[in-house]
């Protein structure tokens, strides 16, 4: 298989730490964000995912895969161990709730292509889209996940492995320091990230950890 990757994006991120829990090698082929106007908008790469978005999955037999949920939703599926997404169905959807917040309602709205917006056609100011990303990482997102995670068992998200909201998550943390976002007020989220860290597969699949990091 082959991960169209980016050391920095979150979604890729995602799909990273669910291979490395699953086991799983691939190629990596890193898609540069920013390099040349983005690499993600060239035909070659077009080709594999219209939406000029990192992550896309390549299979062996040449299927390409994109969003890293349906892609994640897909190794659980064709690799089930360990499982990501619990066959209970009510914390199945308690552990979607948590992915979809992060994914579905706060992600897309601080990514690069929204920044690049505000930058470039709404000419606001770097300090105001930094604020812009803090806001919508706090109130569109780790407030809410701290409250569903909470009466959950710890020390991971939803008990005592770790599922595909941990695998979220994570990124999200990250993205959230990045920006200098405060986590002081979420003991449960920063127990999850200290649990979490210790795990080869989320340490293997860190930003700073990829051959294309800068
Ligand atoms: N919902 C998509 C989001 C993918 C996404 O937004 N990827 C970002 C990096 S984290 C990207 O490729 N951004 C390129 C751009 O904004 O031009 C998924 O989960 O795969």
Request: negative net charge.
């Amino acid at each position: 298989m082959i991960l169209y990757d980016y050391f920095r994006s979150s979604a890729a991120y995602r799909v990273r730490i669910a291979l490395g829990l699953k086991g799983l090698e691939v190629e990596h082929r890193p898609v540069h964000l920013l390099r040349g106007g983005g690499e993600q908008f060239t035909p070659r790469y077009l080709a594999k995912n219209p939406q000029a978005l990192v992550p896309a999955l390549e299979l062996d037999d040449g299927v390409v895969l994109s969003q890293s949920l349906a892609i994640i939703e897909y190794l659980d599926g064709a690799y089930p161990t360990p499982r990501l997404i619990p066959a209970d169905p009510v914390l199945a959807a308690k552990v979607r709730a948590v992915a979809l917040t992060i994914a579905c309602d706060t992600h897309p709205l601080v990514n690069l292509r929204v920044a690049a917006y505000l930058s470039d056609e709404l000419m606001i100011e770097p300090e105001a889209i930094e604020a812009w990303r803090r806001h919508w990482i706090l109130t569109g997102g780790l407030q809410a996940v701290e409250k569903l995670i909470a009466p959950a068992p710890a020390p991971f998200c939803f008990g005592a492995e770790p599922t595909l909201a941990d695998v979220c998550l994570i990124p999200q943390i990250f993205s959230a320091r990045r920006f200098a976002t405060p986590l002081n007020h979420f003991p449960r989220i920063l127990e999850v990230e200290a649990t979490c860290l210790e795990l080869e597969a989320f340490k293997a699949a860190h930003p700073g950890r990829q051959a294309d990091a800068e």
